[in-house]
T-cell receptor
């Protein structure tokens, strides 16, 4: 199994500010993803974090709002920019490794964000 | 596009009862992977099982068992002799070879003592 560490675990932020969430994975993982879970909802994929290049965003998510970096294989950040109360969610980092054996999509413990 | 349906929003049982969570999926791909995750109140997502589309063999792990039926596009999950610690939200998910997960809406299981 892969080890994924995410921080902060929670934060309360003022509207209009930005928060950067960090995700560190162990060397087994080559693919990294960011998901959002709004209160009482399921998880939705925000983007695939690509090493050394721009992230690939899913429909409904844009780089200006959720800039993502992945400077190396095992580290990625997600920034939630110009926050509003609607951004209050749990943000989760996930990692996987294609091939054999397939290392599955494990998740970090999540960042519980509250915007006031 | 892929779709995962968990029709049961909430299930409440008394301890030691069995509980079955339904999951129905849609995909046009012949190669896909199905998952179950547990999300306790603390919020982390705990991986429970993965099944690939070529392996319809059912699986049992302790009190957990999974029934995969391609004929009905279902991947159901049963907790036998439920315990209070099983109280959580359970998500069924599907991915293709791109490793992106499509989640169902989740089923909240409450086990009462």
């Amino acid at each position: 199994s892969a080890v994924i560490s995410q921080k902060p675990s929670r934060d309360i932020c003022q509207r209009g500010t930005s928060l950067t969430i960090q995700c560190q994975v162990d060397s087994q993982v080559t693919m990294m993803f960011w998901y959002r879970q709004q209160p009482g909802q399921s998880l939705t994929l925000i983007a695939t974090a690509n090493q050394g290049s721009e992230a690939t965003y899913e429909s409904g998510f844009v780089i200006d709002k959720f800039p993502i970096s992945r400077p190396n294989l095992t580290f990625s950040t997600l920034t939630v920019s110009n926050m509003s109360p609607e951004d209050s969610s749990i943000y989760l980092c996930s990692g996987a490794r294609p091939g054999q054996p397939r290392v599955e999509a494990f998740f970090g413990q999540g960042t519980r964000l509250t915007v006031v | 596009a892929q779709k995962v349906t968990q029709a049961q929003t909430e299930i409440s049982v008394v301890e030691k009862e069995d509980v079955t969570l339904d999951c129905v999926y849609e995909t046009r791909d012949t190669t896909y992977y199905l998952f179950w995750y547990k999300q306790p109140p603390s919020g982390e997502l705990v991986f429970l099982i993965r099944r690939n589309s070529f392996d319809e063999q059912n699986e049992i792990s302790g009190r957990y068992s999974w029934n995969f039926q391609k004929s009905t596009s279902s991947f159901n999950f049963t907790i036998t002799a439920s315990q209070v610690v099983d109280s959580a939200v359970y998500f069924c998910a599907l991915s293709l070879n791109d490793y992106k997960l499509s989640f169902g809406a989740g089923t909240t299981v409450t086990v009462r003592a």
